[in-house]
């Protein structure tokens, strides 16, 4: 898996394999990933520049989008991790 974007609650990946984006909790990520290796993006509830639509979205609804696309999102995820989930598989 490639790691794409590391957040307060975990790192997005880009499984390769069955080519999809996951997400990976940080207390599930191994200790190949170092913790001064990745600088943690701040997340703030500033609109996502890539889709600002997303940001009119309940959590419920982004939940939704999410698990229509194929991406899998714990009810525990905040909103601006699921936006970030959303756009990058957008991107890849």
Known sequence: MKPIKETSEGQI???EKDQK???V??????GSIQEDEAPVIEETEQ???DDPALD???KEEL???AGDRGIEVKPAMNKPTIIELLSAADEG
């Open 13 to 15: 990946m880009w499984d």
């Open 21 to 23: 984006v996951v997400f």
């Open 25 to 30: 909790p940080r207390h599930q990520m191994n």
């Open 47 to 49: 609109q996502h520049e």
């Open 56 to 58: 009119d979205l309940t």
């Open 63 to 65: 939940m939704k989008l």
